[in-house]
């Protein structure tokens, strides 16, 4: 798995950050992502995109979790083992069968 840029802690304190500054103004969203990201020294969309994350899996906002997501990567991951192995059989069973064509000597 690839190292991530910012450690877990940093991320749920930045996402912390967040959604308590906009429960104290919600008007200010555009400006805190910003000032936030600035303090911290994270991207200001990536931190727009952490807080998006956290209110999806905490049910907030529309889309999907990152546990679905997880689910998801693991399902299409298995599914291509099983083409794969599927394949494999095929040619197998293919290659049995004209091998059982073929007359004895």
């Known amino acids: ?18 959604l308590d500054a906009l429960e104290a103004d919600p ?3 555009r400006g805190i992502f910003r000032r936030i990201g600035d303090q911290l020294g994270v991207n200001p969309e990536t931190l727009r995109s952490w807080v998006n994350q956290d209110q999806v899996d905490a ?3 529309p ?3 990152t546990a679905d997501a997880q689910r998801i990567k693991d399902l299409e991951k298995e ?5 794969r192995a599927y394949q494999i059989l095929k040619s197998a069973s293919a290659f049995f069968a004209a091998e ?3 007359p004895s000597k």
């Open 1 to 18: 798995m690839p190292q991530k840029k910012y450690p877990l802690e940093l991320r749920e304190r930045a996402v912390r950050m967040v």
């Open 27 to 29: 008007g200010a969203r």
């Open 59 to 61: 049910g907030d906002r």
């Open 63 to 65: 889309g999907t979790t």
């Open 79 to 83: 599914n291509r083992e099983l083409r």
């Open 100 to 102: 059982l064509d073929r």
